[in-house]
Structures are given as C-alpha cells and as structure tokens.
C-alpha cells in the first residue's frame, strides 16, 4: 500500500515538528520566526487533508492490511491482474504477498533491510540494494510522508506551487517537498474536497541493455475514496511513467490497525520456512 511509517500523536507536532521552532523557543525564550508565506500556505493544505481523512483517527493508525489485485499495463493495456495481500506496520515496514497461477512471491522490508521470496524457484535471498533504494523512495513519495510530517527528519522543506487543472471545473492545490540532496515530490490535494489526488516525482533510471541512465517522470493518481473505520484511503492507485500507465493497485478491502506480528517482517532461516 506504500501509506508506510512512523506516525506523530498529535497534530500540532506535525505542524511545527518536535525539533523545530518550538524546541527552540524552549531553549532561549525567543518568539519562533514566522513562517515563508509559500511554506505556510502548504502547512495549511496538509492540515486540511490530514482532517478530511480522518483527523485524529487517520493520524492514529499503527498498521494496515490490504487485499487486493495489482495489474501491470503494457503499451497501454493491462495485461492479468495479480492477487496481492499486503501488510504494514509503522514506521518502515512492509511485506508484500504477491499471488499468480498457484505461485507466491513474497517481498518484504524492515528499515533498512529486505527479503524476497520466489515461491517458483523456492528460494530465499535478501533484497539487493537497488531494491532497498527503491523501497526508501516509497517511503519518501508515500502520502503518509508528506501527511504525517517524516520528512522533517530528513530537513526536507515544504513550499506552495499553486493551482492546476485536474479535469473539467476541477482544480488541485500543489505542495512541493524538496529534499536537502536535490530530490522533489509534488502532492496535488482537491481545492474543493481536500483530498490526495496525485503524486509526482522525478528520477533517473539505467536504459534497458545500456550503461546509460535516462530520467523520468513517475506520477500515482488517486481515486475511489471510501471511509472505513474514520479514516478515508483511495482504493485506486494508478501509476504513470512519462505519461503513460505502467500499473494499477485496486484494493478489495482495507483493515486498520489489526496486531500483526513481528514474525511477518523477519526473514526465515530458509525457503521452506516462509509462511
């Protein structure tokens, strides 16, 4: 579900963060400098959507589990969707169960660290690093990101880049999170409802068959907001390079906060292990 990691109890520390102008203030009795009108009118946006998902309740979710399939789409044409069942606790884990034909993948994270289960070869490895990468930049691009306030431990920065055009009559405000290492995602919100509507990034990635790397634009847009439990998530997710869709996540069904146990996330010691 990629909505991933550590949570902060209360809004106001997503707000103005546990280590920021608050901290300060603490220290040396010094009025907190106001905020760039640019960054205060983002922080506006994301308290708005934080509220029109869930407020306290969205806020207050430790795990997720999701059922569901996942297509790929080739040339412009999905090809057979795939069972997944996905869990997540957070901050930063997730395992993935991916299920075709009979067959079993599973691919998991915790952290730093990654396994992946090929149930048509029957083996065990651990993930490689460009896996790991990849699932790091999950976690930056994720809405929960951006909602829940992680990426102030990173120093990333949060600015207004305005209004754009999201179909007839509609239109998105966009907030844009820049990282200190040069690397940006743009979260589009509903003007009218406040929802997440899209997300936006660019990357660089090898050229098939070539020591050459090319850089691309990734794009998920959003849809079918249902609300369970007081908390709204989107139940459609398409994925987008360079304008065309590579993939879509259709969930059947969503649980928040059901225990899970550590055991999940924990490589066992062989293939024959894995559950």
């Known amino acids: 579900m990629k909505i991933s990691h550590k ?3 209360f809004l106001m520390l997503l707000t103005l963060g546990c280590s920021g102008p608050v901290a300060l203030q603490a220290q040396d009795n010094k009025p907190a400098p106001p905020m760039p009108a640019s960054t205060e009118k983002a922080e506006g946006i994301v308290k708005r959507a934080i509220e029109v998902l869930g407020g306290s309740a969205y806020l207050n979710v430790q795990s997720v589990v999701g059922r569901g399939f996942y297509t790929a789409y080739q040339d412009g044409l999905s090809q057979l969707p795939t069972r997944f069942l996905d869990y997540v606790v957070y901050p930063d884990k997730e395992r993935t169960e991916f299920t075709s034909a009979g067959v079993r ?24 690093p460009a896996q790991i990468e990849d699932f790091k930049r999950s976690m930056r691009t994720s809405i929960d990101n951006v909602l829940r306030g992680w990426w ?12 754009r055009e999201a179909g007839l009559a509609r239109r998105n405000e966009t907030v844009r999170l820049t990282y200190p290492d040069g690397f940006w995602i743009e979260y589009e919100f509903g003007a009218k409802d406040g929802l997440p509507a899209k997300v936006i990034y660019k990357r660089t ?26 908390v709204t998530a989107a139940y459609v997710i398409d994925h987008f ?3 065309k869709q590579t993939s879509r996540i259709n969930y059947a069904s969503i649980e928040f906060n059901r225990p899970l146990a550590a055991s999940l996330f924990t490589k066992p010691e062989n293939a024959k292990s894995v559950k």
């Open 7 to 9: 949570l902060f109890q």
């Open 105 to 128: 993948v599973v691919q998991t994270n915790a952290g730093a660290t990654g396994w992946l289960y090929d149930g048509a070869t029957r083996s065990l490895n651990d993930q490689k």
């Open 152 to 163: 102030r431990r990173e120093s990333a920065t949060l600015s207004y880049i305005g209004r």
């Open 205 to 230: 990635r090898k050229v098939a068959d070539s020591d050459e790397t090319e850089e691309i634009t990734e794009e998920d847009r959003l849809a079918r907001p249902i609300t369970i439990d007081g």
């Open 241 to 243: 390079i360079n304008g």
